[in-house]
């Protein structure tokens, strides 16, 4: 994806990076897992699921008059002092449900799960997610998410804010996000990392529905570790992006999508560039972390690309 930079915008430092054990497998069981509607309560979690009905308009948090949705889902994980991780906070809001499903060890496991049809233009929703100190935290979805055209002009909002304490351990792990002919998407992915923090994130986009267009997406992905830049990138695709499906960016593709790990052994264990297929390299950042990145023609390619990524990075 040479020249990337030049269409879309795409900054991040470069440097050493080394092998580490990680795994971007889903959550034991995934969906069959899930919960009813209303959420499981615990003793040591807090569930709350709020329903928006876009045929009246009315938003949950404020009780007004709305074609829009404005949400916030919360979750924290913390260790139970056990050997195990705790749930304390688990608040879905809007389309926005957070079910625990069966996670592996020590390992807290979450899926979120759309309550209804989201995002739509003009929407604003959230989801916050930290791993206390200790704690081993792996987030998933139910299903792919779909960006969609609203009832009114202007784009929808979807921001990501993760933070990941010392000594803990965050893998996000969502679905692809589909961009539908029609829509406009502003998405942001905001990390915090502690210095001994460990993370696996990956990013998924599918560029139109079969046999349509894409909507406009721009994805913004900011990274820091202990307060400072680890990666810094946007990337702009559809109606209005320059030079989007050039060559130099995806040159015909329709999925793009990237995985990166962030483990304080890549400091002493560094690893070397990479081509892993056709269309995917892995590279080493400063950090220490390492990126891989691909586009592919469907969303199967790209899966098989990012998991040969993983298996890459040990």
């Not at 020590?106 to 704690?135: H, N, Y």
């Not at 050039?246 to 999925?255: M, Q, T």
């Amino acid at each position: 994806m040479a020249g990337t930079a030049d269409a879309a915008g795409v900054s991040g430092a470069t440097g050493s990076a080394g092998a580490a054990g990680t795994s971007a497998t889903s959550c034991a069981s995934g969906a069959t897992r899930i919960s009813g509607a209303t959420g499981t309560s615990r003793t040591t979690e807090t569930s709350r699921t709020t329903e928006t009905s876009r045929t009246t308009g009315t938003s949950p948090t404020t009780g007004t008059s709305s074609p829009f949705v404005r949400a916030t889902a919360r979750l924290v994980a913390e260790a139970d002092g056990r050997g195990g991780t705790a749930l304390p906070v688990l608040a879905g809001d809007g389309p926005l449900a957070l079910r625990r499903t069966r996670g592996v060890g020590a390992e807290a496991c979450v899926t979120v799960v759309g309550a209804m049809s989201a995002p739509l233009g003009g929407d604003r929703i959230a989801l916050e997610a930290t791993a206390g100190p200790g704690a081993r935290l792996r987030i998933g979805s139910a299903a792919a998410t779909i960006a969609l055209p609203g009832r009114a002009a202007g784009p929808a909002h979807y921001e990501i804010r993760l933070t990941v304490a010392d000594g803990a351990t965050l893998h996000w792990l969502p679905e692809p996000l589909i961009s539908a002919h029609g829509s406009e998407l502003l998405m942001t992915t905001r990390v915090e990392l502690a210095p001994t923090a460990r993370l696996v994130l990956r990013e998924e986009q599918i560029l139109g529905r079969t046999g349509e267009s894409p909507g406009h997406l721009t994805s913004r992905l900011t990274v820091h570790r202990a307060g400072r830049p680890l990666l810094d990138q946007e990337l702009a695709y559809g109606p209005g992006a320059p030079g989007w499906d050039g060559g130099a960016v995806l040159g015909g593709h329709r999925a793009v999508g990237q995985l990166l790990v962030v483990d304080p052994v890549y400091g002493t264990r560094p690893i070397t560039p990479r081509r892993l297929a056709e269309t995917a390299v892995l590279t080493p950042l400063t950090g220490p972390a390492a990126l891989a990145t691909a586009v592919a023609p469907d969303a199967l390619h790209l899966r098989r690309a990012l998991d040969e990524a993983v298996a890459a990075v040990g």
